[in-house]
């Protein structure tokens, strides 16, 4: 079974960045899509960015322009830049696939916190 760790979070002021990691423990290459999913306190988890293994992406529109997904095949990492950050992207965030017949196990999620 892949174990997912992702990393990267923390406190951050409004407009500030962070870049999030999410390292899985086997191979990924496989997996068509992966995606980058925060969740906020009282709030369903949401998928706010997606890579298919070829490469291509897309954003939910509440981070579209801000956030960037890349992954590294050959780490076995998918990475989640993120820009111009907002309070309102203060969540924890947690990558997997989004076929959910591809699903892995969650990872414990990074906590990224903005402040106003």
């Known amino acids: 079974q892949v174990q997912l760790v992702e990393s990267g979070g923390g406190l951050v002021q409004a407009g500030g960045s962070l870049r999030l990691s999410c390292a899985a423990s086997?191979?990924?290459?496989?997996?068509?899509?992966m995606g980058w999913y925060r969740q906020a306190p009282g709030k369903q988890r949401e998928l706010v960015a997606v890579?298919?293994?070829?490469?291509?992406?897309n954003y939910a529109d509440s981070v579209k322009g801000r956030f960037a997904i890349s992954r590294d095949n050959a780490k076995n990492t998918v990475y989640l830049q993120m820009n111009g950050l907002k309070p309102e992207d203060t969540a924890v965030y947690s990558c997997?696939?989004?076929?959910?017949?591809?699903?892995?196990?969650w990872g414990q999620g990074t906590q990224v916190t903005v402040s106003s």
């Open positions: 997997n696939s989004v076929l959910p017949a591809a699903f892995l196990s």
């Open positions: 890579i298919t293994n070829g490469g291509s992406t």
């Open positions: 086997k191979s990924i290459a496989s997996i068509y899509a």
